[in-house]
């Protein structure tokens, strides 16, 4: 079964920055974790940035311009770049690949949680 393990997270100031990865054990190349999604307290999980099949990224609004998202395919790691951090970017932040009608290839890891505060 295919493990995701997200890591990276921690507290930072407004404006700062963090960066994410995401490693998925035992997935095969095709299989491997697209996008990254994020939970904050009391809300539902929504996702914040997906890489698509043409090397191309989307982004939701509120963080388009301030998060990249990338791939390392030979490391097989799927990355989150977040600058200019704001507080409402608190989360937990989990990857992984949607295949649509509400399902993911693998079930969710831990997250790693991101906590924007001075």
């Known amino acids: 079964q295919v493990q995701l393990v997200e890591s990276g997270g921690g507290l930072v100031q407004p404006g700062g920055s963090l960066k994410l990865a995401c490693a998925a054990s035992?997935?095969?190349?095709?299989?491997?974790?697209t996008t990254w999604y994020r939970q904050a307290p009391g809300k539902e999980r929504e996702w914040v940035a997906i890489?698509?099949?043409?090397?191309?990224?989307d982004y939701a609004d509120s963080v388009k311009g301030r998060f990249t998202i990338s791939r390392d395919n030979a490391k097989r790691i799927l990355y989150l770049q977040m600058n200019n951090l704001k507080p409402e970017d608190t989360a937990v932040y989990y990857c992984?690949?949607?295949?649509?009608?509400?399902?993911?290839?693998?079930?969710w890891g831990q997250g790693t949680q991101v906590t924007v505060s001075s």
């Open positions: 890489r698509t099949s043409g090397y191309s990224a």
């Open positions: 992984n690949r949607p295949l649509g009608e509400g399902k993911y290839a693998h079930t």
């Open positions: 035992r997935a095969i190349f095709s299989t491997l974790p």
